[in-house]
């Protein structure tokens, strides 16, 4: 088996809502096929007693802590910088240095990236071969909160829209494929990012055959005679 680095915005555990369903069965199809080695964030505390879970998984792991409101105190350096406040966001020294380490020990050739924001980490890293899982086009999303308020938050979302885009765009480009959830998505960024066209894809969630599978044979929950 090949090893593998996966990098996530936050823990991909448990499948309780969008990002982490699709991030858990991401993992777990990796982990199928590949080593996998995960570099994830937390952002809740109640989610550190789900690491050991998702360490099972993976062949190596490094978790940074991550405290929402220092992080947002954080992106605001990203408007100094002039580069979308998403990015300083989702920065940690640790977890850079564990992928750069990593890349060189385990001899990784092929990194895939849950988000354009986790493709900061592989910048310098030239003969890593990167997917990206966008899911969404976030930086429409902040052009879309623009339209809706008031300056200065206006010009603010909007900022973060075009930053944002063009980190995207630039992701896409470095990238050897970039997925989204929906046709509609996948084609809302190539009208955004004309240039990235021929390296975009939709892969929808999909359901779990295994968990949903009729052949499994599941108690019911009614008492015999009340069935017919």
């Given at each position: ?30 982990a199928?096929?590949?080593?996998v ?27 940074a ?47 895939v ?24 086009v ?88 009340e069935?017919p």
């Amino acid at each position: 088996m090949r090893n593998l680095l996966y990098l996530v915005h936050r823990l991909p555990y448990p499948p309780n809502k969008g990002d982490k369903v699709r991030s858990y069965h991401l993992l777990r199809h990796l982990a199928a096929r590949h080593r996998v080695f995960l570099g994830t964030f937390v952002d809740d505390p109640d989610d550190e007693r789900y690491i050991a879970s998702v360490k099972a998984l993976c062949a190596g792991l490094y978790v940074a802590r991550l405290d929402p409101r220092l992080a947002r105190l954080r992106s605001l350096g990203g408007l100094v910088r002039g580069e979308a406040m998403s990015l300083p966001y989702y920065r940690d020294a640790g977890l850079k240095s564990w992928v750069e380490q990593t890349v060189r020990q385990q001899d990784i050739d092929t990194a895939v990236a849950f988000s354009s924001a986790m493709t900061q980490y592989l910048e310098g890293l030239p003969r890593l071969r990167v997917l990206v899982d966008c899911v969404d086009v976030d930086s429409a999303k902040w052009t879309q909160f623009a339209a809706a308020r008031a300056w200065p938050f206006s010009w603010l979302y909007r900022r973060e829209g075009d930053r944002l885009l063009a980190y995207e765009s630039a992701a896409a480009t470095r990238s050897i494929r970039s997925f989204f959830v929906t046709d509609a998505e996948a084609e809302l960024f190539c009208r955004l990012a004309p240039e990235c066209a021929g390296k975009v894809e939709a892969i929808g969630n999909g359901v779990d055959a295994e968990f949903f599978s009729p052949a499994q044979d599941v108690a019911s929950p009614f008492p015999i005679a009340e069935i017919p």
